[in-house]
């Protein structure tokens, strides 16, 4: 595993997600209404198959503002802390 899929792949299992697979693939052809074609893909027991990004950086960005711990609460898929 690449030293870039390390940190995304670290950085999702700090925010909640379980059995993380990360991935890169190669930029195809995106044809209307199949999807993505491309780029940062991650799997875990939480979501299926999510394209986070075509950089390193628009990834890493996405883990940080979207693939968080809060929205793990927010969708069901976390159970809260309780104090």
């Not at 925010?15 to 199949?34: D, F, Q, R, S």
């Not at 503002?65 to 802390?81: D, M, S, V």
Request: aromatic share 8%; glycine share 8%.
């Amino acid at each position: 595993m690449s030293p870039k899929l390390k940190k995304l792949k670290a950085a999702l299992e700090a925010n909640g997600y379980t059995n993380v697979k990360i991935w890169w693939e190669p930029m195809g052809i995106a044809l209307e209404m199949c999807g993505h074609s491309g780029g940062y893909i991650f799997d875990s027991e939480q979501e299926e198959q999510v394209p986070i990004g075509l950089s390193f950086d628009e990834a890493m960005k996405a883990v940080k503002e979207i693939y968080t711990r809060e929205h793990l609460i927010l969708n069901g898929l976390l159970t809260a802390p309780t104090v």
